[in-house]
């Protein structure tokens, strides 16, 4: 972990007191609940919209739970991609992080039976024309070798740019697939896991707080598969209590009605970071708001580290911490 750019002033944050997970829940199986390819990776899956999700999941008879906990607090996923200076902060982070990198891709842009725009990404200019062809049913304009086709005939979209194009993107590798569960692939843009881990690795330092998770204010139109959704880190599950809900009792429209707005929170100043890094086999705990730096121990396990983490947290937040610089360094503990 590392402190963030100092240009980060204001986070947009959104407050939940009570969400809805459709699926088991089991937290002893933290990381599991939702599965590695969910839309949420290793996190926990949770709406305020569990009906348009049961139908857009597929999800049958699957049995519904509420959780609620006083304060729970998300980053807004699309609040963060609609603020430059952030969502820059953030890449910059995550690059300094190895998490990624800025590679270029080809966009292929095709639209949906609503007529929304989306688009693929491709490796290289050939495979996003194959693409297009497809999509865009171009197979009268493949030359003779049936493996190219003139650009010029390629279709336009609404704002005149051409269906195909290349971008630079952030592209993801083990570590961040490894931290978040979501495919980072190569031809994957990694922004929504870059956000995820950012949200989970500094921004409990910056607040001075624990956050619960990330959300994403999609539109509302599970006809074509889209609707409002959040995830839960996993480490933060255990803060939540569930209880089991009936299905028939659940109303969409009235718990999307009382979704509270974004609030853009400011960044506390002189709030304590502390940084979990994995060295080996072990895990290093640093608080690293001051200098120099002090090293609080090593731990056997992550969870280990990361409740270390959260007790430096409080006693620093609270002026109950030792200065830096003072004692040796402390011995490698066991992950208890």
């Given at each position: 972990m590392m402190?963030a750019p100092?240009r980060?002033?204001?986070?947009?944050?959104?407050y939940l007191n009570s969400?809805?997970?459709?699926?088991?829940l089991?937290p002893?199986?933290v990381?599991?609940?939702?599965?590695?390819?969910?839309?949420?990776g290793?996190?926990l899956?949770?709406s305020?919209?569990?009906?348009?999700?049961?139908?857009v999941?597929?999800l049958?008879?699957?049995?519904?739970?509420e959780?609620y906990r006083s304060?729970g607090?998300f980053?807004?996923?699309?609040?963060?991609?609609g603020?430059?200076?952030l969502?820059?902060?953030?890449?910059?982070w995550?690059?300094?992080?190895g998490?990624?990198?800025?590679q270029?891709?080809?966009q292929?842009w095709s639209?949906?039976?609503?007529?929304?725009w989306?688009?693929?990404?491709s490796?290289?200019?050939?495979e996003?024309?194959?693409e297009?062809?497809?999509?865009?049913n171009l197979?009268e304009?493949?030359n003779?070798?049936?493996d190219?086709?003139?650009?010029?005939?390629?279709?336009?979209?609404?704002?005149?740019?051409?269906?195909?194009?290349?971008v630079?993107v952030?592209?993801?590798g083990?570590?961040?697939?490894?931290?978040?569960?979501?495919?980072?692939?190569?031809?994957?843009?990694a922004?929504?896991?870059?956000?995820i881990?950012?949200?989970?690795?500094?921004?409990p330092?910056l607040?001075?707080q624990?956050?619960?998770g990330?959300?994403?204010?999609?539109t509302?139109?599970?006809?074509a598969?889209?609707?409002?959704r959040?995830?839960?880190?996993?480490a933060r599950?255990p803060?939540?209590?569930a209880?089991?809900?009936?299905?028939?009792?659940?109303?969409?429209?009235?718990?999307l009605?009382?979704?509270?707005?974004?609030?853009?929170?400011k960044?506390?100043?002189?709030?304590p970071r502390?940084?979990?890094r994995?060295?080996?086999a072990?895990?290093?705990?640093?608080?690293?708001?001051v200098?120099?730096?002090?090293h609080?121990g090593?731990f056997?396990?992550?969870?280990?580290?990361?409740?270390?983490?959260?007790?430096?947290?409080?006693?620093?937040a609270?002026g109950?911490?030792?200065?830096?610089?003072?004692?040796?360094?402390?011995?490698?503990?066991?992950?208890?």
């Open positions: 402190t100092a980060v002033t204001t986070v947009p944050l959104i969400v809805m997970h459709a699926g088991r089991d002893a199986r990381g599991e609940n939702s599965g590695g390819g969910s839309l949420e290793h996190s899956s949770v305020l919209c569990p009906q348009a999700w049961r139908r999941a597929r049958g008879g699957t049995i519904l739970f959780l304060g607090i980053l807004d996923m699309h609040a963060v991609q603020n430059a200076r969502l820059a902060a953030v890449l910059d995550a690059v300094g992080q998490l990624t990198e800025w270029s891709r080809w292929t639209q949906d039976e609503d007529g929304d989306r688009y693929t990404l490796a290289s200019l050939q996003a024309v194959a297009a062809v497809d999509t865009h197979w304009h493949l003779e070798d049936e190219t086709v003139d650009l010029s005939v390629l279709p336009v979209m609404d704002d005149g740019r051409s269906v195909v194009q290349e630079r952030p592209v993801g083990a570590a961040l697939r490894d931290l978040t569960g979501l495919n980072v692939g190569p031809n994957v843009d922004t929504d896991a870059v956000l881990a950012w949200a989970m690795q500094v921004l330092d607040l001075g624990d956050v619960d990330v959300w994403w204010r999609e509302y139109r599970p006809a598969l889209s609707a409002p959040g995830a839960i880190f996993p599950v803060a939540w209590q209880r089991r809900e009936a299905w028939s009792n659940v109303d969409d429209a009235a718990l009605r009382a979704m509270p707005r974004t609030r853009r929170v960044v506390p100043t002189g709030a502390v940084d979990v994995q060295s080996g072990e895990w290093k705990v640093t608080l690293v708001s200098k120099p730096a002090v609080l090593w056997e396990t992550e969870a280990a580290a990361q409740r270390a983490r959260q007790v430096a947290l409080k006693r620093y609270a109950d911490g030792r200065s830096a610089g003072s004692g040796p360094r402390p011995a490698r503990q066991a992950g208890a």
